[in-house]
């Protein structure tokens, strides 16, 4: 059984820092795309960051370009989302994603459907 395990999620001030990591287990992750989702009250899910198998490609939405980071380490089957220069807007819950396996070591997913695993979702509050 594929699960993926988020963490890292709290309460932070504007301006503040947190890390989310997320463990897989069931599946290695080294061949597949991942990615960080995001859903805040009310609103449709969206991608926040995507990387590619390779760590080669990576993707942002422009609402985090240059305070965010995603990385990886397939050695430990883990993704990770460092988040600096927090905003109020940030508030959502995020959710962890893993796609298909790619031969194309470039190849990065942005679309909900082309996910197949996801985390159960961990909270991030950023206060004003």
């Known amino acids: 059984q594929v699960q993926l395990v988020e963490s890292g999620g709290g309460l932070v001030q504007a301006g503040g820092s947190l890390r989310l990591s997320c463990e897989a287990s069931?599946?290695?992750?080294?061949?597949?795309?991942v990615a960080w989702f995001r859903q805040a009250l009310g609103k449709e899910r969206e991608i926040v960051a995507a990387?590619?198998?390779?760590?080669?490609?990576?993707y942002y939405v422009d609402s985090v370009k240059g305070r965010f980071t995603i990385s990886r380490d397939n050695a430990k089957n883990s993704v990770y989302l460092q988040m600096n220069s927090l905003k109020p807007e940030d508030t959502a819950v995020y959710y962890c994603?893993?796609?298909?396996?790619?031969?194309?070591?470039?190849?990065?997913?942005?679309?909900?459907?082309?996910?197949?695993?996801w985390g159960q979702g961990t909270q991030v509050t950023v206060s004003s």
């Open positions: 069931g599946r290695s992750l080294s061949w597949s795309p």
């Open positions: 990387l590619s198998w390779s760590g080669s490609r990576t």
């Open positions: 994603a893993s796609g298909r396996a790619s031969s194309n070591r470039y190849y990065i997913a942005t679309r909900t459907n082309e996910y197949d695993y």
